[in-house]
């Protein structure tokens, strides 16, 4: 029986588009500034204190701290101070109302669903924590923050490996097999089946009512068939 539902972000409940082509560029167009216009303050000074360390390099200045980072953005690269600094653009940019974080219609509905069959809700992405958060505190549906139980970034581990689902399974106090994990990515879904998880992929590519099977693993177009057959 399934009592918790682990979800991935972008391709899954919201469009992988708005992080790519929204809120990505909107924080690139803004590191320089951000970091000139805060540079002594403690909370920046850390994230570039962490950058100098993960660089190699003395990053004793902003333009030379932003050439860093951009240069991070151009090799996607997941360092977790290029995440932290995101995530503190990203909330001035909520904040003002500039930005408000897309998710699928099906997602809302299903989410809603759960919640009132008593089942609990996770969020397990590549971004940083307060990315997360943000992202469902400012969302297109409103504040949701009170229907999410936690949430989970790589600091818990890479989402390719299975250990990493059994550190979110111990941490819930859930067993893998009631643990149901829905992501767009295929080594996402191989590493939490081996976790023990239930898994089904969302393929945002399919109509929206597809229902099919791609080795082994059931996947679907969208959640609309996916949340009254849970719980």
Do not use: C
Not at 113 to 120: A, F, H, V
Not at 135 to 164: C, M, Q, R
């Amino acid at each position: 029986m399934i009592t918790s539902v682990l979800l991935d972000i972008e391709g899954t409940v919201g469009d992988i588009a708005f992080v790519r082509e929204v809120l990505f560029p909107y924080a690139r167009r803004r590191i320089a500034q951000t970091l000139q216009r805060r540079w002594g303050d403690p909370e920046i000074g850390a994230i570039a204190a962490e950058a100098a360390h993960a660089a190699g390099s003395a990053l004793a200045r902003p333009d030379a701290a932003a050439a860093q980072f951009l240069a991070w953005m151009d090799q996607d690269r997941k360092v977790t101070p290029l995440k932290n600094l995101q995530g503190i653009i990203w909330r001035e940019g909520y904040a003002s109302g500039e930005l408000k974080a897309h998710l699928y219609p099906d997602a809302i509905e299903a989410m809603a669903m759960w919640r009132k069959k008593g089942l609990r809700l996770f969020i397990y992405s590549s971004g940083s924590l307060e990315a997360q958060k943000l992202y469902f505190e400012h969302s297109v549906a409103g504040n949701l923050a009170s229907a999410i139980d936690g949430y989970f970034d790589t600091t818990t581990g890479p989402k390719t490996e299975a250990d990493s689902y059994l550190k979110i399974s111990a941490t819930i106090k859930a067993p893998p097999a009631s643990i149901l994990f829905l992501t767009d990515a295929p080594a996402e879904v191989a590493a939490a089946a081996k976790a023990g998880l239930q898994v089904r992929r969302i393929d945002r590519t399919r109509a929206p009512a597809y229902v099919g099977e791609e080795g082994g693993t059931t996947v679907l177009g969208s959640f609309a068939s996916l949340a009254a057959a849970t719980g």
